[in-house]
């Protein structure tokens, strides 16, 4: 199967950010205040994982000009869900072109309260930034005529064998990629209906402990659609 992996840079390395990109970590750019993400547990503002534009082949939104934002809580006291889909602690969605802002985004804690408290959660809550200079086009190996193959749970579906099991275990990438099939670290929590988006691996985003990854889907009809996201770790 096809896939593409991006190629970063850190933040500080390049110019000022003036226009959408791709990246991970930051503060959004374009993100609407009004739809800034709290967290269901503890109430703080959720922090920026990914934030990824529309493209016909690589990520497919369902719309020409919308943009997918990730977030999480990030709060080392309150220790959040943020590793379940379900839980509030976590958030993924897609805004459409004509919904979006004008440049960088400040969070919630922005508005009425003092100077000191904005430049504290900067400094702890936000992720570090990088951002895709270029996306790396890959190919697994994996046929694209095991659609089912990759809901495995414990033990092999009816119809599959060992071999395939194996090519399944050997062939899926663990890295940061969009497209193919995830890497599941502990077992498949595929949200139902949801379409594979791609996965963020901690390297990158620093939010899912030493060894872990995060996952990014997306069910729904085009006109609507809603994301899924959840991680797992060792």
């Known amino acids: 199967m096809k896939y593409v992996v991006p190629e970063l840079t850190p933040a500080d390395d390049l110019p000022a950010q003036s226009l959408h990109e791709d990246k991970f970590g930051g503060l959004p ?7 800034w993400p709290t967290c269901a547990s503890c109430g703080s503002p959720q922090s920026l994982l990914a934030q990824l534009r529309h ?8 719309k020409a000009g919308r943009v997918l934002f990730v977030l999480a809580c990030n709060d080392d006291i309150s220790r959040c869900p943020t590793w379940d889909m379900n839980s509030g602690a976590n958030s993924c969605f897609v805004v459409d072109q004509d919904e979006l802002a004008e440049g960088l985004t400040l969070p ?10 904005l430049d504290r959660w900067l400094d702890e809550q936000v992720h570090p930034e990088w951002r895709v200079v270029r996306w790396l086009e890959k190919n697994d190996g994996i ?30 990438p663990q890295e940061m990629k969009l497209g193919s099939v995830p890497f599941w ?3 498949p929590e595929t949200p ?3 379409r594979f988006l791609g996965q963020v691996d901690s390297k990158c985003c620093q939010a899912f402990g030493d060894n872990g990854i995060g ?16 991680w797992q770790c060792t």
């Open 143 to 172: 046929p694209e005529s095991y659609p089912g193959f990759f809901g495995l749970m414990h033990g092999l579906p009816d119809g599959y064998d060992e071999k395939e099991y194996e090519i399944y275990w050997s062939g899926v």
């Open 29 to 35: 750019w374009g993100l609407p205040a009004e739809r």
């Open 215 to 230: 996952y990014i889907f997306l069910s729904g009809p085009a006109s609507a659609p809603r994301g899924w996201f959840l």
């Open 192 to 194: 139902a209906g949801g």
């Open 185 to 187: 670290i502990q077992f």
């Open 55 to 62: 493209h016909g082949d690589r990520l497919d939104l369902g």
């Open 108 to 117: 919630p804690v922005s508005h009425g309260f003092p100077q000191g408290r």
